[in-house]
C-alpha cells in the first residue's frame, strides 16, 4: 500500500466520526447513500517542491465532499461540519480551498467539498 492511501485511509478512519467515509468506486455514488455522507478521492500529484536527496517527494491533491440533508440552517451545520473537518486534520494535511454548494432548486441536499494536499 502506497504512502499517500494510508494518508487518506488514516484521514478517512477520523472522519468517520462526523458521518460514513466512502472511498474508491463506493465514492461515486452518494445519490442512494444515507446522509450525511462523506467521500474522499485523489486529484493529482506532482513533485513536492522540497526534495529529499535520497527519495523523491510527492505532493498530492485530494478532495473530500460531505454531503448532508438541506435543512433551512444548512449553511451554519455546513459551516460547523468545516470547523470539525479541521479539527480532524492533521499538521501534514494542508486545506487548499473550500467549497460549499446549497441545495438545487428543489433539492434536498447540500454539499461541502474541501480540497487538501499533503506531501509524502
Known amino acids: 500500500m502506497s504512502q499517500a492511501t494510508i494518508v487518506l485511509n488514516a484521514l478517512a478512519e477520523r472522519l468517520a466520526s462526523i458521518a460514513p467515509v466512502r472511498m474508491g468506486l463506493a465514492a461515486g455514488e452518494t ?6 455522507v462523506i467521500t474522499i478521492w485523489s486529484l493529482s500529484e506532482a513533485l513536492a517542491a522540497n ?16 454531503k448532508i ?11 460547523d461540519l468545516l470547523l470539525a ?3 480532524l486534520l492533521t499538521a501534514d494535511l494542508r486545506i487548499s480551498s473550500t467549497t460549499f454548494l446549497p441545495p438545487a432548486d428543489n ?10 494536499e499533503f506531501d509524502y
Do not use: K
Open 85 to 87: 473537518i479541521r479539527e
Open 107 to 116: 433539492g434536498d441536499s447540500a454539499i461541502l467539498q474541501v480540497t487538501f
Open 31 to 36: 445519490t442512494s447513500a444515507t446522509l450525511p
Open 51 to 66: 526534495q529529499d536527496y535520497d527519495a523523491p517527494m510527492y505532493t498530492r491533491r485530494a478532495a473530500l465532499e460531505l
Open 69 to 79: 440533508v438541506a435543512t433551512e440552517q444548512f449553511h451554519v451545520t455546513l459551516d
